[in-house]
């Protein structure tokens, strides 16, 4: 079986700038995965990713299920073919919009409500990779628990057995040899538990390795010591994955620590709503102070919207309600934290990543 591996470049401290090959495809990182949940990155298209220079999308197993059903996607030729998008995908496993819905967990699996009509569905390890593997991404994830916070840890320890029990279960499975398969660690804000998560999850071989349950409400300082304890667990030669984290700052310190790629909401859920990701910070596009503004959204940014586009027009197009106002700062924010990976990446090559992380911190921290 094709065994996903990451080629290190380069190294700057723990920042590792990689290439990482896929059964289809390679990629570079650092890198930032645009959220397409429902087969789609809201208020873009296939078109805008690869404009974009995304390397990744990611699709959500939870709602493609649901709507159209993974049948559906399968019959279009996955969830890439059915966007119409010619780059890489990625498919979570749904665990983390199940255990929003706070469902029913035993040791075998979930039932929960689906969030359309209130119908009740069983989702299992097993039933998590059969399904994205009919969804076809070229990365899909292993179901895990990922607790709340606060939790006890009782809680969190529970949800580590658990993930562990689930991540083996998952791994005995899964039979597409063109797609990867990415386990998760968990462990909360313990570092004890983080490190024993990162060891039992590194010994089951997989594709490489997802983070998760972090940015769900710790602060950073909690965050980082808990990350960085994982990380010293898991192989250096496989591609290392922060989930559902996206801002600025904690993106430049994790990539410090050793992580290779991110996805967030926050970029285009900002730009639906008028905010803007900067050089200097963000940017509220609809105060009164940007009416008569001609200058770019920022005037270090090379994209497509800075290139055309006023902060007085955009202000515009927000006050009038104009849906393209939101189109264009989603792309703007996307463009900008591709362009930061970019940025990153050049700075690990460069050996100057230490300079370029004080840089952004003095910004965003």
């Excluded at 974009?52 to 030729?77: E, K």
């Excluded at 706070?102 to 929960?112: A, I, L, M, R, S």
């Excluded at 606060?150 to 005995?172: H, N």
């Amino acid at each position: 079986m094709f065994r996903a591996h990451a080629d290190v470049s380069a190294v700057d401290g723990a920042a590792r700038a990689s290439i990482v090959t896929l059964a289809r495809g390679t990629y570079v990182t650092p890198t930032f995965m645009p959220v397409g949940t429902r087969g789609a990155v809201k208020y873009l298209s296939a078109s805008d990713y690869e404009q974009l220079g995304a390397q990744i999308v990611l699709g959500n197993t939870y709602h493609l299920m649901l709507r159209p059903g993974a049948d559906t996607v399968a019959h279009f030729g996955g969830v890439g073919a059915f966007a119409g998008w010619k780059g890489l995908t990625l498919t979570d496993s749904g665990g983390f919009q199940v255990f929003s819905l706070k469902p029913d967990v035993d040791d075998e699996g979930v039932t929960f409500a689906s969030t359309y009509d209130g119908s009740k569905h069983r989702f299992t390890p097993e039933s998590a990779v059969s399904t994205q593997e009919k969804l076809g991404a070229d990365i899909q994830m292993v179901l895990d628990v990922c607790p709340p916070l606060p939790s006890t840890d009782e809680v969190v320890y529970e949800a580590l057995r658990r993930t562990t029990m689930w991540a083996a279960r998952a791994r005995a499975v899964h039979q597409r040899t063109d797609q990867s398969l990415f386990g998760i660690v968990q462990g909360g804000v313990s570092e004890t538990m983080r490190r024993e998560s990162a060891q039992q999850i590194s010994a089951l071989n997989f594709d490489g390795y997802g983070i998760g349950g972090l940015s769900v409400g710790e602060t950073r300082e909690q965050m980082l010591p808990a990350l960085a304890a994982a990380l010293a667990e898991l192989p250096t030669d496989q591609p290392r994955y922060l989930m559902g984290v996206g801002d600025p700052a904690s993106m430049i310190e994790a990539i410090g620590l050793g992580v290779d790629q991110f996805d967030c909401v926050l970029q285009t859920r900002l730009g639906r709503h008028g905010t803007a990701l900067t050089s200097q910070g963000r940017v509220n596009l609809k105060r009164a102070e940007f009416t008569q503004d001609n200058g770019p959204i920022d005037d270090t940014c090379g994209c497509a919207v800075c290139a055309v586009h006023s902060r007085g027009y955009l202000r515009h197009l927000f006050q009038v309600g104009e849906p393209t106002a939101s189109r264009l700062v989603s792309l703007h924010n996307l463009a900008w934290t591709i362009a930061l990976m970019g940025q990153a990446r050049s700075a690990i090559l460069a050996g100057t990543f230490g300079a370029f992380r004080k840089q952004v911190l003095d910004v965003w921290a």
